[in-house]
Structures are given as C-alpha cells and as structure tokens.
C-alpha cells in the first residue's frame, strides 16, 4: 500500500502537470469580453481592454480572410491572418485563424507556432501537409477540401499544393497569437546578421556558400 510520502509526492506531481498545462494555452478570460486595445500605451503581456462603452458591433467581425492574397513570390504562397492584432474581437479568447493560398507547386515552407496547435481545413485543392517531431520523424498527408488535419503546438511543419490548381486552406489555431517561427528566414535574414562561423559550421558550407544561400532570402 502506497505510503502518506508517497501520496502527497504523487499529488504534488500532478498539480505541477496540470499547472504547465494550463501555462502552455491562453489564459481563461476573467470577463465576458475584452476587445483588444491597440492603440494602448501600457505595455502588457498581450493588450489591454478598450472601455466597454467604446466597443462597437465590428470589434467582434472581420474580413481579414475573405480575399485571396498574391502569391507573386519565390515561395508562391500567401497567408492572411487574423490575429488579435488584425482582429480585436479575439484578446483574450485564445483563439485566432490564416487563410492561406497556394498557387500551383507553391510551398508554405517549414515554419513552427511557439504558441499554439495548428487544425488544417482544406477549402479549395489538394495540400501535402506534414510535421516533424523532436525524433526526426515526419508525419505527412495529402489533405483535400473539407478533410482535416492537425499539427501539434510547436513542431516544425509545411504545406505544399501538389495540385494542378489553386490551393486554399484556414488554419485554426489555439491562441489568438500563435506567432511563427521560419527556420531559414531566421538563420539567413536576420537583423542583424546571424554570425557566419554559426552558420558555416551549422551547414557544413564555406563562407562564399553561405553567402550566396543568404542572397537568396534578401528582402524576407
């Protein structure tokens, strides 16, 4: 039979779990509503309530995501979001959604939400989409309209339209500011530069290697 030590050293455990649980989602909002203020001055983790008498009906509407956007660029790809700083209506709702556009063969290249999970509804096309876990192992499939599939919070995943034609899909997200994090945008288009012996040795190039990769991402 399990000892009184050992009970409470269980219990212990499990609130701490259930403690970095609720710390890796939004936090429970403490009010019916609380329309992000964006022009705030007080610096918050997240933003401010704009006074109830000056929210208005289209705080909690938006047409972020009703129109394609240009995929005009190397990558042929364009996301439109609707985060809370696009969309107030959504502070403290831990909740938010991108539409994305593909043209054909066009990549959303590999990339990571720090702070959210990631459901991918296709609308329009067909989309591989797949996710690498800490183990290297990827995890992919070809996705059509109306079927699902879902990226855990903060793995590295893509999306590629390997249709003939356009591609569109929404992406549901636990946060209403997931944010993003580009690998090669954040190794070769830093400001400021990302050191060149870090990434001669990271990539095993020579210095005019790593330079001709970083002449490729000007601009991004």
Do not use: W, Y
Not at 57 to 79: E, K, L, Q, Y
Not at 121 to 145: H, Q
Not at 150 to 159: A, E, I, K, N
Not at 162 to 173: E, H, L, Q, W
């Amino acid at each position: 039979m399990a000892s009184a030590a050992h009970r409470s050293l269980v219990l212990r455990a499990l609130l701490v779990a259930a403690a970095i649980a609720g710390a890796l989602s939004d936090p429970t909002p403490l009010q019916d509503i609380c329309v992000a203020d964006l022009q705030a001055a007080t610096p918050v983790d997240g933003f401010a309530c704009k006074p109830l008498t000056a929210v208005v009906d289209n705080d909690f509407f938006s047409r972020a995501i009703a129109s394609a956007g240009s995929t005009n660029n190397p990558f042929r790809v364009n996301s439109t979001r609707a985060t809370v700083s696009t969309f107030p209506g959504l502070n403290t709702l831990g909740v938010s959604i991108t539409r994305v556009d593909l043209a054909p063969g066009g990549l959303n290249p590999p990339h990571s939400h720090p702070r959210a999970s990631e459901l991918v509804m296709v609308l329009k096309g067909e989309v591989m989409v797949g996710f690498t876990t800490g183990a290297n192992r990827l995890f992919s499939k070809v996705v059509r309209e109306n079927e699902l599939f879902v990226v855990p919070r903060g793995l590295q995943h893509f999306q590629l339209n390997n249709g003939t034609g356009d591609a569109v899909f929404i992406a549901m997200f636990d946060a209403q500011s997931p944010g993003v994090v580009t690998p090669t945008f954040a190794m070769f288009s830093t400001k400021p530069a990302m050191p060149m012996d870090v990434l001669t040795k990271t990539f095993l190039m020579s210095e005019d290697e790593v330079t001709a990769m970083k002449s490729k991402f000007v601009g991004f």
